[in-house]
């Protein structure tokens, strides 16, 4: 974790201390870890990427210029190709930004300077540090309340912040949640499409997206015991299989949807244009980055992938 030596006299932050290299060894420590205590902004780059040479530069500077209120760690895709699988970056650059240990932002290719500065400052503005009118104590309440089953109180929490901060990504991501745990389907994706443009794109954004696409398919999932006797009785029947992982999915058994998507990915990883595979990484982006199904669902697909 970055180190923070307090002195008599504190002197200006330097580049060493807002911004540094990690590695799949030092990633949780270096990004995970300390974005519970300020905003981490990760850049993923490699040497021969040209985009990259002039994004990186841009972005240190943002950063230098919030004086400590977001940090930025570089990783070097070529270097770390662990970490490029789990986050699935699928072209550089990409920059995520962590608070409190999740991705909550972040954009694919080049930005203008003037891009960039903003994306840095929305991100700083979740940070302890950041002039926020209280609404980071509000967010984390409403986070409690969801947390205990009070989903109604938590929604309107979640919707008061947003009328207070438009840009809010945690709150809009709340508000779907609610909705989701509520059974509101249809209010959930109606708050999804309504949601700027601006933050559309981040990361908590597309984790509640895939959820409210998981709930869409559950409301129409086939019966569980009949898909399973079809499987039963035809292990290569595909689509009774993908049906099936539907279905679990609708019962609350994530972890067996997900070993059904895998056997069916080892029968068949080009079905249906390679649906098992699309549908797993829609199911890895609905959970917790650090959930253990979906660590253990995209060691076991890697697996498959590379054998």
Known sequence: MLEFGKTDAPAEPTDETLIKESSEANFLEDVIE?????????????????????????????????EGAVKMVKVDVDQNPGISAQLQIKSIPTVYAFWQGQPV????????????????????????????GGLADAVEAAEAMF???????????????????????????????????????????????????????SKAIEAVRAKVDLAKQAANAGPETELS????????????RFDLSTALLAAGDTEGAVEALLELFRRDRDWNDGAAKSQMFTIFDALDMKDPIALNGRRKLSSMIFV
Do not use: Y
Request: proline residues 9%.
């Open 229 to 240: 006797a079809a499987v039963e009785a035809n292990p290569d029947d595909h689509q009774a």
């Open 34 to 66: 300390a974005s519970k205590e300020v905003p981490i902004i990760v850049d993923f780059w490699a040497p021969w990427c040209g985009p990259c040479k002039t994004l990186g530069p841009a972005l240190e500077a943002a950063v230098n210029k919030a």
């Open 105 to 132: 932002d972040g954009f694919q290719g080049a930005l203008p300077p003037s891009e960039i500065d903003q994306f840095v400052e929305r991100v700083a503005a979740m940070g302890p540090g950041a002039p926020d």
């Open 147 to 201: 947390e205990v089953g009070e989903f109604d109180d938590a929604l309107q929490t979640f919707v008061a912040i947003t009328e207070e901060d438009p840009m809010n990504v945690p709150s809009f991501a709340g508000i779907i949640k609610c909705h989701l745990a509520l059974g509101e389907v249809e209010e959930a994706e109606a708050v999804l499409n309504g949601i700027p443009a601006e933050i559309s794109e």
